[in-house]
C-alpha cells in the first residue's frame, strides 16, 4: 500500500480496523497494560505521583492500539486525524464540524482564548482566586490586566462580583475548579450567562467535566448556540488518562472558532494523540470504569483523612483539597522526602493540600506518610 495517497476514507477504515500496522509493523506495542507507567517516571522509581491531577490507570486498551496502529502514518501531517476527531465530537456534543477546535491539551485552548480575547485591545481577564493560574499568566503575557475574585464561601465561582469585574476581555470560569474540586451550581452559571453582555467572552473549563455527579452540576456546552460569548473547553488529559500525549478542545460558535484558529499553530495536535483520542470515544467502558474507581478510591481517602481529624471540600473531580490546619509548604516538602509527591501551594489557601486520586493502593501509601508527617 502506498501511503502517500492514503484517502481520508481508506484512513478511517485504518483506523477502525485497527489495520494501520500493515502499513509499518511496529516492533513492539503499546497495547499492554504493563507498559503504562502509573507511579514513577523513572524505571525503578517508587514515587507515588499525586501532584498533577493524572489518571493513574493510564488511556484505554483500544487508545494504545491506535497509537501503536498510526506509527506507520507519523511521517503525516494530521488533517485527515484532525478531522476524524473533529466528526465525532461534533456529533458527541451536537454542533457542527466547524464549532469545534482542536488544541495541543486544552492548555492550548487556554492560551488562545487569552491571546484572541483579552490584552490592551480586547479587555481584561476576569478569573476565580484560587483556581487553574495557566490562563492567568497567558492573560498577562498578552499584556491584559488579571482581576482575581475570591471564591465565596461554598468554594463557587461568584459570578455577580466577577461579571462586575470585567471590562470586555474574557471571564474565565473552572468548574469544577481546580485546585477546589468544587462546582459553581448550574442555576447560578446559566443565569450568568445569559446576563453577561456579549462584548464580554465567557470561557467554561470542563476539564474534570467527567467526574462530576451531583445533580447541581452540569455542562455548558448544550448553551453555546444560544450564546455567541460563549466557548467551553474539554481535554484528553483526565479520564482519558492521556497527559502526556496532548490532547483537548473547544466547543464555541464558528465565528469564534475562527478568530481563535487565526493565533493558532497549524497542526499543533499530532497524530497519535489524534488516534488515541478517537479510539478513546469508541470505548463504553473506559470512562464508566474511570468514574467508578475514582470514586471508590476518593471516598477511601476521605473518610480515613477525616477519621484523623482532616475534613476536606466536597469533591466532584479527581482530587480533593482538604484542610491541614497549618501552612501547607512544609508538609509538601515533608511529602516529597518520603517520595510521596503532591499538590503545590495555591497561595489563597495558604493551609490546603490539594491531592490527586490515584489508586487505592498509592491513596495507601499516601495515608500511611501523611500520619507520619502530621505525627
Ligand atoms: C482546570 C484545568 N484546565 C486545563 C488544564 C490543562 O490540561 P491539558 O492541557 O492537559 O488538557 C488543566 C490541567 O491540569 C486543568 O486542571
Known amino acids: 500500500m502506498n501511503t502517500m495517497s492514503i484517502s481520508r476514507r481508506k484512513f478511517a477504515q485504518l483506523l477502525g480496523a485497527g489495520a494501520a500496522a500493515a502499513i509499518v509493523r511496529p516492533r513492539f506495542s503499546f497495547a499492554k497494560p504493563t507498559q503504562v507507567t502509573t507511579t514513577s517516571l523513572t524505571p525503578g522509581g517508587n514515587i507515588v505521583r499525586l501532584s498533577a491531577n493524572e489518571n493513574p490507570y493510564g488511556p484505554c486498551p483500544k487508545a494504545l492500539q491506535a497509537i501503536t496502529d498510526s506509527f506507520g502514518l507519523a511521517c503525516r501531517y494530521p488533517d485527515e486525524h484532525n478531522n476524524i476527531l473533529i466528526d465525532k465530537l461534533a456529533k458527541l456534543n451536537s454542533v457542527n464540524h466547524d464549532q469545534i477546535l482542536l488544541g495541543d ?68 470560569v473552572c468548574n469544577p475548579n481546580n485546585p477546589t474540586a468544587s462546582i459553581t451550581p448550574k442555576d447560578e452559571l446559566r443565569a450568568f450567562i445569559t446576563k453577561t453582555p456579549p462584548e464580554t467572552m465567557i470561557l467554561v473549563d470542563e476539564a474534570y467535566f467527567h467526574f462530576a455527579d451531583c445533580p447541581d452540576y452540569e455542562s455548558v456546552i448544550p448553551l453555546v448556540n444560544e450564546h455567541p460569548n460563549l466557548i467551553v473547553s474539554r481535554t484528553f488529559s483526565k479520564i482519558y488518562g492521556m ?55 476518593k471516598q477511601f481517602t476521605t473518610s480515613e483523612l ?46 490546603h493540600m490539594r491531592l490527586t486520586i490515584g489508586k487505592k493502593s498509592e491513596m495507601e501509601t499516601f495515608l500511611s506518610a501523611f500520619r507520619e508527617v502530621m505525627a
Open 105 to 172: 491539551g486544552s492548555g492550548e485552548i487556554l492560551k488562545l482564548c487569552a491571546e484572541t480575547f483579552t490584552g490592551p485591545k480586547n479587555g481584561n481577564l476576569v478569573a476565580a482566586d484560587p483556581t487553574f493560574e495557566a490562563i492567568l499568566s497567558n492573560a498577562t503575557a498578552n499584556g491584559a490586566e488579571v482581576v482575581k475574585v475570591p471564591l465565596t464561601t461554598s468554594f463557587a465561582h461568584d459570578l455577580p462580583k466577577m461579571l462586575a469585574a470585567a471590562k470586555g476581555g474574557l471571564i474565565y
Open 243 to 297: 497527559a502526556g500525549l496532548r490532547c483537548g478542545y473547544c466547543v464555541a460558535p464558528k465565528e469564534t472558532v475562527e478568530r481563535m484558529r487565526q493565533q493558532q499553530m497549524w497542526d499543533s495536535v499530532n497524530c497519535m494523540a489524534l488516534a488515541a483520542a478517537t479510539a478513546s470515544l469508541d470505548d463504553p467502558d473506559h470512562v464508566p470504569n474511570g468514574q467508578r474507581l475514582n470514586k471508590e478510591a
Open 306 to 351: 477525616e477519621k484523623i481529624g482532616y475534613k476536606s471540600i466536597p469533591s466532584q473531580a479527581n482530587f480533593i483539597m482538604f484542610d491541614c490546619k497549618k501552612p501547607v509548604v512544609p508538609i509538601i516538602k515533608a511529602m516529597k522526602e518520603k517520595n510521596v509527591h503532591v499538590g503545590r501551594l495555591f497561595p489563597a489557601l495558604p493551609t
